[in-house]
């Protein structure tokens, strides 16, 4: 089992950057496919960024893509998210997940059942 804690969001103005940062506690993550979901509220929970277990490909939401980078660092049981140019659509509490079979897959999944072990949460808001 993956014990996964998420930190870094907070309330910030349009334009600003925040770094999203999931330890990994319990076992390593090193072989685990990591993705970062958010969920605004009434919406579904929707994957916006994902990477395999060597980084070696990665995943954006089209929403996403240009402003925010997934990378992780195996060394440190870490994975981050750098969001850049923040707007207004991107506020919700964000997760960090890891795959469910830390097999070493060479793909990745956008879909929540993927994933078996998720973080807490932390909060995002961008406004005025």
């Known amino acids: 089992q993956v014990h996964l804690v998420e930190s870094g969001g907070g309330l910030v103005r349009p334009g600003s950057s925040l770094r999203l940062t999931c330890a990994a506690s319990g076992r390593g993550i090193g072989t685990y496919a990591m993705a970062w979901f958010r969920q605004a509220p009434a919406n579904e929970r929707e994957c916006v960024a994902a990477?395999?277990?060597?980084?070696?490909?990665?995943y954006y939401k089209d929403s996403v893509k240009g402003r925010f980078t997934v990378s992780r660092d195996n060394a440190k049981n870490t994975v981050y998210l750098q969001m850049n140019s923040l707007e207004p659509d991107d506020t919700a509490t964000y997760y960090c997940a890891a795959d469910k079979r830390g097999l070493r897959m060479p793909w990745l999944a956008a879909a929540p059942k993927e994933y078996g072990s998720w973080g807490q949460g932390t909060q995002v808001s961008v406004a005025e």
């Open positions: 990477i395999t277990w060597d980084g070696g490909t990665t």
